[in-house]
Structures are given as structure tokens and as C-alpha cells.
């Protein structure tokens, strides 16, 4: 019988449900079934809905991928639209695939000692206002985002086509700094980027990543606080061609304005880029300070209905 079923299927029936989330089981008519999830949270009632549905669909067997999507393994063809009605009564739906946003990942800096943010609460903004909101744009390529809570970059935020990374600025205060031999704030820095000079403390604003983890270290209080903030990546990509995406040449305070940035983007590369191609070849085209420029005004925002209908 599954001979039989493989053999009717045509490449239609495959693309079809490709664009639903169904990836086939190479050579076989089964397919494994992406379930949506939010940043791979989902409640207690809706992982036994996916482990009933691996049970009674597929081969009980379930997968995480590397976009956090709970895939379903081996279901056959004609069980495919059954499979989503019974996942769609917790809620649940299938997806992952296609050229548009796919599913929003973030690393776990809201519980990580070195998070500098609420990941969770910002990916699942992210994931309502773009993945879910942008479902039914279609962009030139696939688009990712990454949202990471602290320059250690779990989660590989500047190998997404959007990567958002928690950020702290200290706040040097040099008139307070003593010179010790043996400074606390170097000695806190992962990069070891403070040095003494002539008595001071120096940070280099070059190499600092402003990562936030010699705020407080200072006994004399030359580092009392630190600025919070992100910043964001854009470009990234992984895969056969490697780009490593490039930090924009601001940080910004404020959620709004990442997922302004973010939202920016993606309408800049639905207008300006070709069918198949990639965030990064795009901005290697037109040229990174170009496009960081569009993307630090608010002009692209003022025809996002125009770029949208097209």
C-alpha cells in the first residue's frame, strides 16, 4: 500500500504540502509534520495533543528541529489534512516552511545568569507580530530570526537573516577609578578589555561588547550601572554559503524600536530582492552602509502597504 500511495503522488501533491509544514520521508509516501511552536514553548495540554497525534498519525516518534518546530514523524499522505484538524483542537497548527518568516527562535536568557533581557517575552513579540503577522507575505527567500540575550550568542544571532542580542553599556565613571594592580573590572571582563594606563582604567569602546559583567565589580564604584540595550545583526546566514551578519552601528533601548528594525527589514527585502535570493546577497549587493541607512530612517515604514500589495 505505501508503494502504491508514493507512486500516485505527484509533484504537486508534494509541493502542496510542503507549504503546509509536510516534509517527505525520502522513499516512502510519509511525511514528518512541522507543529508550530512558540520559541519551542508550548503547554503541558499541547505537547500530549502533538504526542497523541505522533501515536495515532505517525510512527510515535516526535523531533525538534533546529527552528524549535515539534515534527511529527512519518505520516502518511492521506492522514495529512486528518493530522492538522486533531492538532488544531489544542490550538496547534503546522508550518516552518516556505519563502517567508519562518519560526522564531531565542536562547534562554530570561532564566541564564548572563541574560540582559526578557527573551521569552521579546521572541514571542517577535513571533506574534512577525511570524504570525507576515504568514501570508510572500518575500524573495526564507527569512530568520534570532533573538539572543546576551553577547555569548547561543542562539546565533548574527547568522540570522535578523539577530537581536542583549546588550549593557557601563557606565565608566574614570574620576572614581584608583588604579589598583589588580582591577576588578578587567578582572571581570571575558574579553579583557580594561587595562590600567598611567594609573587608569582604560576601555577600549572598540572591542568592548558591552556584555555588562564588570558592572558592579569595581570596590570604588567606577562601574556602578550600565545602560541596557540590543543590539542587532543583520545578514546573517548559515547553510552552504556561510555570511556572518553585521551589527548595526547602533544600540537601541527600547523593544519598540528593535521590532521597528525588524519589522523595517523585512519590507526592505521584499521590495528590493530577487526571487531566490537571500537577506545577505541582497545587502551584498546594494551595499551594507546603504542599506543600514534605509534601515535607520523611518521612510521604508511610510510605504509598507505599497511594498505589502505587491
Same mark, same amino acid.
Given at each position: ?18 507549504? %503546509? ?13 512541522? &507543529? ?149 573590572? @578587567? ?14 582604567? &582604560?576601555?577600549? @569602546? ?8 564588570? &558592572? ?10 550600565? @545602560? ?21 552601528? #547602533?544600540?537601541?533601548?527600547?523593544? @519598540?524600536? &528593535? ?6 527589514? %523585512? ?42 500589495? #505587491?
Amino acid at each position: 500500500m505505501a508503494e502504491e500511495n508514493k507512486a500516485a503522488l505527484t509533484a504537486e501533491d508534494i509541493k502542496r504540502v510542503k507549504a %503546509l509544514g509536510f516534509l517527505q520521508h525520502v522513499g516512502t509516501d510519509r511525511f514528518n509534520g512541522r &507543529v508550530i511552536t512558540r520559541n519551542g514553548k508550548i503547554t503541558a495540554a499541547e505537547c500530549r495533543k502533538i504526542a497523541e497525534a505522533a501515536e495515532k498519525f505517525g510512527s510515535g516518534e516526535i523531533a525538534f528541529t533546529t527552528r524549535l518546530t515539534a515534527e511529527v514523524q512519518e505520516i502518511p499522505y492521506d492522514k495529512i489534512d486528518e493530522f492538522r484538524a486533531f492538532v488544531a483542537e489544542a490550538g496547534l497548527e503546522t508550518g516552518g516552511t516556505g519563502a517567508k518568516v519562518r519560526p522564531v527562535v531565542s536562547c534562554k536568557g530570561t532564566t541564564c545568569q548572563y541574560g540582559l533581557f526578557d527573551t521569552y517575552s521579546l521572541s514571542r513579540k517577535v513571533h506574534d507580530r512577525f511570524y504570525k503577522g507576515y504568514e501570508t507575505v510572500k518575500l524573495p527567500h526564507k527569512f530568520k530570526i534570532a533573538v539572543g540575550g546576551c553577547p555569548n550568542n547561543c542562539v546565533k544571532p548574527d547568522l540570522n537573516d535578523v539577530g537581536i542580542s542583549g546588550r549593557r553599556i557601563p557606565d565608566f565613571k574614570e574620576e572614581l577609578c584608583r588604579g589598583c594592580k589588580k582591577c576588578f573590572i @578587567e578582572a571581570a571582563c571575558p574579553v579583557h578589555v580594561p587595562k590600567v594606563v598611567d594609573g587608569k582604567a &582604560v576601555i577600549d @569602546e572598540e572591542l568592548c561588547n558591552k556584555c555588562g559583567r564588570c &558592572v558592579g565589580k569595581c570596590p570604588f564604584g567606577a562601574v556602578p550601572d550600565g @545602560e541596557y540595550g540590543y543590539a542587532v545583526y543583520i545578514g546573517g546566514r548559515w547553510g552552504k554559503r556561510v555570511a556572518n551578519g553585521r551589527m548595526l552601528r #547602533k544600540i537601541f533601548t527600547s523593544e @519598540e524600536e &528593535v521590532l521597528s528594525i525588524t519589522e523595517k527589514a %523585512l519590507l526592505f527585502f521584499k521590495e528590493n530582492g530577487n526571487a531566490g535570493e537571500r537577506f545577505a546577497d541582497v545587502i551584498n549587493r546594494i551595499g551594507f552602509d546603504n542599506v543600514e541607512k534605509e534601515l535607520l530612517s523611518d521612510e521604508i515604514l511610510s510605504r509598507k502597504e505599497e511594498i505589502l500589495s #505587491k
